[in-house]
């Protein structure tokens, strides 16, 4: 809301309900600065991927496996000072428990985002031409996904969000999750389709298994958001 | 003036019964605090007495022919039977525990009931929770409508929930005074004991110190344990119950608020096609209206024979 705009009575009506509900103006606030870190998170995640399968494991991914983690790292702090406030008694309970589970699956999306970096550091994973296409497809669904996740989580608790909005976000996000899916199943299929060690094979259906974890957990998100919206329906 | 004491402790245990109705749900659901709940309710109840209370007055006066003594018996009466319900944390209708102990008193004394007056407020207490019934179910419709129309975020959500529970509470509390504080006093100003304006203010005040002492037992029975609304419901339930109190205040007859507020749930309950109100509970509340009434009629009719008792050597 764009102060300069309202009446004098108007403004004054806006101080009172800030003095009221400071907590909750402070939550509020709080989780729109966490949706920018988190998304900020996945962006970094995915300049990860990118520089990995064009160039492999080269200082720069390594640069942006340390952004990825440095900004989870941002995201854990924000939570605890969220669930802080909550705690402390901001909104009704109803919505802190609402608020607390979103926080919670929102989080473990990125934690498997992470591990996914570090399987590729760590394991020092060699992707074979055959699968790389799929690969990339997967990433590119996978951040989508997770593009949608950061709107729909906005559109419910984030100033200006309108509840509306989140059935057509949520159906986008299951359609995405869906496809990935599908690429999951012919990416394994064609990893035992190679003429590579079976080692190998399990080690690169770690990472696709890991990786496609990442959707499921955005669509797990879309499951509780939808959830939280019903519940709010009249 | 220590007759007015029987009032003044009649009023009290109103307080302390029926805060739970308009600001029980708010409280529980902890969306306001106690200490927040009570001021505000103590203030509306005060202020709804004094500004509308008049209309019940003449009508709670006009019951029976009341004199000073009869008026402090049927208060006494009506408050014992009241605080006996509030201990047992049965939320209970003053209103049937005041013309309870009128009745009671008025066969006892031999003194004339005004059948049709007397008919005049059983017809309101049975259009009570049947007015609160569909009151709900329009406010739930039309509000339910507005309120998807906005479709707000979490946040905006509780806001809204969080000030109209507040707003509602206040009305509710307002719409009490007005209806009730004849309960209190009427009867005293029917005696001509006090004038009309000092009858609103005394019994107003009453009720008030009965909000801030003792109302907290019953709001935990009334949020926990009959009602499990989303808060929504719940600001439907209180709004339609602070509307019916207030008409029937306009109206002139004293009215239960447990009453609107059940009857409020059921409408709720109608459109959610969900069993809001536990059966239990409900058949309690059913037997403490019926107990009332009767508890009160006894009580006041024993006090008043006891106390014309005559030693006969």
Not at chain 2, 158 to 173: C, F, K, N, P, Q
């Amino acid at each position: 809301m764009i102060l300069s705009t309202l009446t004098e009575p108007q403004r004054y009506a806006v101080s009172l309900v800030d003095l009221f509900m400071r907590r909750e103006r402070k939550v509020q606030k709080l989780m729109g600065r966490y949706m920018e870190t988190w998304i900020g998170c996945i962006r970094a995640f995915r300049d990860a991927w990118d520089i990995y399968l064009n160039e492999g494991i080269t200082e720069e991914f390594l640069y942006r496996v340390d952004a990825t983690h440095k900004e989870e790292s941002r995201t854990d702090d924000m939570r605890r000072e969220i669930e802080h406030e909550l705690y402390a008694k901001a909104l009704i309970p109803e919505s802190r428990g609402d608020i607390l589970g979103i926080l919670e699956t929102v989080d473990r999306l990125l934690t498997e985002a992470e591990w996914t970096l570090y399987e590729l550091q760590l394991q020092e994973i060699v992707l074979p031409d055959p699968i790389k296409p799929n690969i990339v497809k997967t990433v590119d669904l996978t951040c989508s996904c997770c593009e949608m996740v950061n709107k729909a989580v906005r559109a419910l608790f984030v100033a200006g969000g309108k509840r509306r909005d989140i059935e057509e976000l949520t159906d986008e996000i299951d359609h995405l999750e869906s496809e990935v899916d599908h690429l999951e199943r012919a990416l394994i299929r064609g990893i035992f389709k190679l003429e590579i060690d079976t080692g190998e094979k399990l080690l690169l259906k770690g990472l696709v298994r890991r990786l496609t974890k990442v959707s499921d957990g955005a669509e797990h998100v879309a499951d509780r958001l939808t959830l939280v919206s019903v519940k709010r329906r009249v | 003036m220590y007759h007015l004491l029987g009032g003044i402790f009649l009023g009290w245990s109103l307080g302390a019964n029926d805060a739970a109705n308009v600001f029980g749900t708010a409280v529980t659901s902890r969306m306001v605090s106690f200490f927040t709940a009570a001021i505000l309710c103590s203030g509306f109840v005060v202020l709804g007495s004094v500004l509308e209370g008049q209309a019940g007055m003449a009508t709670i006066g006009a019951l029976a022919q009341q004199n000073l003594y009869s008026a402090t018996v049927t208060s006494v009466g009506a408050a014992v039977s009241i605080t006996m319900m509030t201990l047992m944390r049965i939320p209970s209708s003053t209103s049937q525990a005041v013309v309870g102990s009128i009745i009671g008193v008025g066969l006892i004394s031999g003194a004339d009931l005004q059948l049709l007056g007397l008919i005049k407020v059983a017809i309101c207490w049975v259009g009570t929770p049947i007015g609160a019934l569909l009151i709900a179910w329009l406010l739930y419709r039309s509000l339910g409508y507005l309120f998807n129309s906005l479709s707000p975020n979490i946040y905006t959500h509780d806001e809204l929930m969080r000030a109209g529970l507040v707003l509602s509470g206040a009305y509710g509390a307002y719409a009490l005074g007005a209806n009730n504080v004849a309960n209190v006093t009427g009867v005293y100003v029917g005696a001509g004991l006090l004038t009309t304006f000092w009858g609103m203010l005394v019994g107003g005040l009453s009720i008030a110190v009965g909000v801030i002492t003792y109302s907290k037992p019953v709001m935990a029975t009334v949020g926990k344990a009959i009602v499990r609304l989303d808060a929504f419901s719940a600001l439907v339930v209180v709004l339609s119950e602070a509307i019916v109190v207030h008409v029937y205040a306009w109206v002139g007859v004293p009215v239960s608020t447990s009453q609107a507020v059940v009857g409020a749930v059921i409408g709720v309950g109608l459109i959610k096609q969900a069993s809001a109100v536990k059966g239990s509970t409900i058949y309690r509340i059913v037997m403490g209206w019926m107990i009332t009434p009767l508890i009160a009629g006894l009580v006041a009719a024993g006090i008043y024979f006891v106390t014309h008792l005559r030693y006969v050597p």
